[in-house]
Structures are given as structure tokens and as C-alpha cells.
């Protein structure tokens, strides 16, 4: 008989000044009387913040010690390069307000970063270091409603462009050398000199940017190439005065993206989200370097070491479905998303029991909407509904899944592309 290797899931929520306090609280239909910020709910094992497993005899356990137990069932061959680790973590994000510019570091950068503060005795606090572990952090990021922000360098040219806007005749003293020398070493001098302004010349450097802006935004038509790459730097400014980090959206995409579309955010890529509801899935670590628009610790000259400064538009990813099943019954939705770490999929249920394919791998089940029943190889049944989890260990044979609704299913390693 197939011994349990599916566990529902208590998940963990991070109140942040920026969350929403409705959206989550929603989702997972609990109450927030108190009208908290809840900002993240994480489901997956780090230790800041693992998720805790429901056993059979009704005992909770977190997910890391679940895992610890047997790791071999838990985690599988796909997770070789993680030992005893869940290589991701599994987010949604409920943003009500600007959250920081930053960037995740790479693999090397992070463990580099992670010994030097260890060995400086550094408390290990995010508001004491940058380094909370020695684990890179690249992140994909799924709409669940309009989700805006900014990501990654903009063409060398749209730079130009926007910063003759809000510099007027004094561009070329920013952007001069850019114009003449377009290229990486460039890019990084003007966005340096951009954010370390001294404090005389960015407060006029702000004050006449804002008044071009608002001149620019007047006039501007809806959806319009203007509104796109200025419309939240006011905004920006008044919730975050005198800070230069609200000026990134001239060198950096805006992006609003649409439910269901999919962004990846690579370590070393500079970033900040504005506004919505999304899902996020990342390497399983909570570094992040910051620079500005936040009231949280900065740190700006390591924020410039492991920024990556190559420029071009952004690629929003649409998962490929496929039907499954009898007269389409059911879809599976694949994101290609390029990470060794993690992939992510939709599964649309739409009637009788069937078996979705699945590979070696632990999964995360996050259900979004409907009402659904998951049937375990050892006979077992899971409900879900709206705000439901579960983990699913590498060495579950395979399950079944009925009803109708849409869940999202989160994996290790490369097992969906």
C-alpha cells in the first residue's frame, strides 16, 4: 500500500507597510479585522517562514522538517543540487503601494556577500544586512490581476529619450557620454550619478523633473507611450520625497501586465512593483539588495555591484496549454521559464477524474478558484478550494484531479518545459 506523500498546507503570511489588506485575507477567506498590511503569503520550506504540514494524526510540522525526515522521498533525484532543501519558494504578493527598488543577486555574488557579512558578525536581520543566506534569487512573476512595476534596463535609446524630457538643455550634462559612447560601462556611470546625487542638486533635479512630468502628463492620451514611461514617477515622488529612486522609470520597462501573463526578473536585473496581485516563484532564498523608494535598510554600493546593466524592451511570457483528457476536460499551462531551480504550471480541471502526468519532482498544489478534489495513489482524497495548498512529495506514483476549477502547480527543477 502506497505509504501518505501528499500534506496539506498552512502557509504564512508577511505584513509589510506595502501589502493590501484585503486581497489575501480574500483569498484565503480569513478575517483581518485589524486591517494589516498582509504584503506575501509564502508557501514552500525556507526557515524565516516554512509552511506547516498537516500530518494524518492532525500534528503540524513545518515543511523543512517534514522534508529533513526523509529527504530522499521528499525531494527526489530532480533536487540533487539542493540537498535537503526545497530549491524554491512560492509567493503571492498583494501590493498596495510602491515596494523598493532592488536586485537579487547571482549565485556567486550571493555567496560572497553571505561569508563576508557572517564573517563581519553581521546579525542575521534584514534590516541589519543584505545577505540572509547564500542562495542567488532569480524570480518569475504571474499576474493574477493588472500588476505594474518596473524591471530591467530600457534601450539605450528610450533612455535618451526620457531624460531629454525631464533634464530639458541640460540632458547632456547626465547622458552626454551615453549619447556618444551607448554601451554597459556608460549605462552604469549615468544611473550611478542619477541616484547618489548630492542633496542641493536632487532636490532641484527633482523639482524641475516634476514639473515637466506634470506639463508631459497633462496632455498625455490614455495608453499612450508618455503615460507609460512618466505616469507613476509622480507618485512615486510624493510617496517617497526627495528620493531619487522615483526618477528609475526613466531608465527602467514599466510593465503592467495582464492576468495569467508571466515576467521573468533575472538576478542583477533592477526592479520595483508598484501595484496588484500576483503570483511569484523564485529560488528558494530572501536576499535582496536595496536603493531606494523604501524605508527599509539600503544598500547602494552593493546594489550597484550586482546590478546588471545590459538594456533591452522586456518579454512577457504566455504558458502554452495543452488539453488533457476526453473532450478537453482539462488543461495543462506550462510556463517556459528558464531557471534550474523551478517551473510553473496551470492545470485547469473541467469535469471527471483523470490523471494529470507528472514527473519525479516535489510540487506545491496553490488552488485559485473552483472546487476540486485531488485523489493520492494511496487512495486518499484532498479537497480544495479557493486559497487551498498542498505539497506533493517527489515520490507521490501520481494523482487524480476532479471537479472544476483552476489551481497553479509549482515544481522543482525543469520538469514542465
Same mark, same amino acid.
Given at each position: 500500500?502506497?505509504?501518505?506523500?501528499?500534506?496539506?498546507?498552512?502557509?504564512?503570511?508577511?505584513?509589510?507597510?506595502?501589502?493590501?489588506?484585503?486581497?489575501?485575507?480574500?483569498?484565503?477567506?480569513?478575517?483581518?479585522?485589524?486591517?494589516?498590511?498582509?504584503?506575501?503569503?509564502?508557501?514552500?520550506?525556507?526557515?524565516?517562514?516554512?509552511?506547516?504540514?498537516?500530518?494524518?494524526?492532525?500534528?503540524?510540522?513545518?515543511?523543512?522538517?517534514?522534508?529533513?525526515?526523509?529527504?530522499?522521498?521528499?525531494?527526489?533525484?530532480?533536487?540533487?543540487?539542493?540537498?535537503?532543501?526545497?530549491?524554491?519558494?512560492?509567493?503571492?504578493?498583494?501590493?498596495?503601494?510602491?515596494?523598493?527598488?532592488?536586485?537579487?543577486?547571482?549565485?556567486?555574488?550571493?555567496?560572497?556577500?553571505?561569508?563576508?557579512?557572517?564573517?563581519?558578525?553581521?546579525?542575521?536581520?534584514?534590516?541589519?544586512?543584505?545577505?540572509?543566506?547564500?542562495?542567488?534569487?532569480?524570480?518569475?512573476?504571474?499576474?493574477?490581476?493588472?500588476?505594474?512595476?518596473?524591471?530591467?534596463?530600457?534601450?539605450?535609446?528610450?533612455?535618451?529619450?526620457?531624460?531629454?524630457?525631464?533634464?530639458?538643455?541640460?540632458?547632456?550634462?547626465?547622458?552626454?557620454?551615453?549619447?556618444?559612447?551607448?554601451?554597459?560601462?556608460?549605462?552604469?556611470?549615468?544611473?550611478?550619478?542619477?541616484?547618489?546625487?548630492?542633496?542641493?542638486?536632487?532636490?532641484?533635479?527633482?523639482?524641475?523633473?516634476?514639473?515637466?512630468?506634470?506639463?508631459?502628463?497633462?496632455?498625455?492620451?490614455?495608453?499612450?507611450?508618455?503615460?507609460?514611461?512618466?505616469?507613476?514617477? %509622480? +507618485?512615486?515622488?510624493? @510617496?517617497? !520625497?526627495?528620493?531619487? &529612486?522615483?526618477?528609475? $522609470?526613466?531608465?527602467?520597462? #514599466?510593465?503592467?501586465?495582464?492576468?495569467?501573463?508571466?515576467?521573468?526578473?533575472?538576478?542583477?536585473?533592477?526592479?520595483?512593483?508598484?501595484?496588484?496581485?500576483?503570483?511569484?516563484?523564485?529560488?528558494?532564498?530572501?536576499?535582496?539588495?536595496?536603493?531606494?523608494?523604501?524605508?527599509?535598510?539600503?544598500?547602494?554600493?552593493?546594489?550597484?555591484?550586482?546590478?546588471?546593466?545590459?538594456?533591452?524592451?522586456?518579454?512577457?511570457?504566455? %504558458? +502554452?496549454?495543452?488539453? @488533457?483528457? !476526453?473532450?478537453?476536460? &482539462?488543461?495543462?499551462? $506550462?510556463?517556459?521559464?528558464? #531557471?534550474?531551480?523551478?517551473?510553473?504550471?496551470?492545470?485547469?480541471?473541467?469535469?471527471?477524474?483523470?490523471?494529470?502526468?507528472?514527473?519525479?519532482?516535489?510540487?506545491?498544489?496553490?488552488?485559485?478558484?473552483?472546487?476540486?478534489?485531488?485523489?493520492?495513489?494511496?487512495?486518499?482524497?484532498?479537497?480544495?478550494?479557493?486559497?487551498?495548498?498542498?505539497?506533493?512529495?517527489?515520490?507521490?506514483?501520481?494523482?487524480?484531479?476532479?471537479?472544476?476549477?483552476?489551481?497553479?502547480?509549482?515544481?522543482?527543477?525543469?520538469?514542465?518545459?
Amino acid at each position: 500500500m502506497p505509504t501518505m506523500a501528499i500534506y496539506p498546507l498552512e502557509n504564512s503570511v508577511q505584513k509589510y507597510a506595502w501589502g493590501d489588506p484585503d486581497l489575501i485575507p480574500a483569498f484565503l477567506d480569513r478575517p483581518n479585522p485589524a486591517r494589516e498590511p498582509w504584503a506575501e503569503l509564502w508557501l514552500g520550506a525556507h526557515p524565516k517562514a516554512p509552511s506547516s504540514a498537516l500530518l494524518p494524526n492532525g500534528e503540524k510540522l513545518p515543511l523543512n522538517e517534514l522534508i529533513a525526515r526523509d529527504t530522499k522521498s521528499s525531494l527526489g533525484a530532480v533536487c540533487a543540487g539542493s540537498p535537503h532543501r526545497l530549491p524554491f519558494l512560492f509567493k503571492m504578493l498583494a501590493v498596495a503601494q510602491p515596494l523598493s527598488l532592488q536586485a537579487h543577486p547571482s549565485k556567486h555574488t550571493a555567496l560572497r556577500g553571505y561569508r563576508r557579512e557572517e564573517r563581519a558578525g553581521i546579525m542575521l536581520d534584514p534590516a541589519e544586512r543584505s545577505y540572509i543566506d547564500s542562495h542567488h534569487k532569480p524570480e518569475f512573476i504571474v499576474a493574477m490581476d493588472r500588476f505594474e512595476g518596473m524591471c530591467g534596463f530600457r534601450p539605450i535609446d528610450d533612455i535618451l529619450r526620457n531624460i531629454r524630457v525631464v533634464a530639458g538643455e541640460n540632458w547632456l550634462k547626465y547622458a552626454g557620454r551615453l549619447a556618444r559612447y551607448p554601451s554597459k560601462m556608460e549605462l552604469a556611470l549615468v544611473f550611478y550619478n542619477f541616484l547618489s546625487l548630492e542633496s542641493q542638486e536632487r532636490s532641484q533635479m527633482l523639482k524641475l523633473a516634476r514639473q515637466r512630468i506634470d506639463r508631459l502628463l497633462e496632455s498625455a492620451k490614455p495608453d499612450s507611450a508618455e503615460l507609460r514611461a512618466f505616469g507613476w514617477i %509622480p +507618485r512615486l515622488m510624493d @510617496a517617497f !520625497p526627495n528620493d531619487m &529612486g522615483s526618477l528609475a $522609470p526613466l531608465m527602467l520597462n #514599466s510593465f503592467d501586465i495582464a492576468p495569467g501573463e508571466g515576467l521573468f526578473v533575472a538576478p542583477g536585473q533592477p526592479h520595483a512593483y508598484f501595484r496588484g496581485c500576483a503570483l511569484e516563484i523564485m529560488a528558494n532564498s530572501d536576499n535582496e539588495v536595496r536603493a531606494g523608494l523604501t524605508r527599509k535598510r539600503k544598500d547602494f554600493a552593493e546594489f550597484m555591484a550586482v546590478l546588471d546593466f545590459g538594456s533591452a524592451p522586456l518579454s512577457v511570457t504566455l %504558458p +502554452r496549454c495543452e488539453v @488533457a483528457g !476526453p473532450k478537453g476536460q &482539462g488543461q495543462i499551462c $506550462p510556463y517556459d521559464i528558464d #531557471s534550474e531551480e523551478f517551473s510553473l504550471a496551470i492545470i485547469r480541471v473541467g469535469g471527471a477524474a483523470m490523471r494529470y502526468p507528472r514527473y519525479p519532482a516535489p510540487e506545491i498544489l496553490l488552488c485559485i478558484e473552483g472546487a476540486l478534489q485531488l485523489r493520492a495513489a494511496s487512495g486518499e482524497n484532498f479537497p480544495l478550494k479557493r486559497g487551498a495548498a498542498l505539497f506533493v512529495e517527489a515520490c507521490e506514483e501520481a494523482y487524480e484531479l476532479a471537479g472544476r476549477g483552476m489551481l497553479y502547480r509549482a515544481s522543482a527543477g525543469n520538469a514542465q518545459r
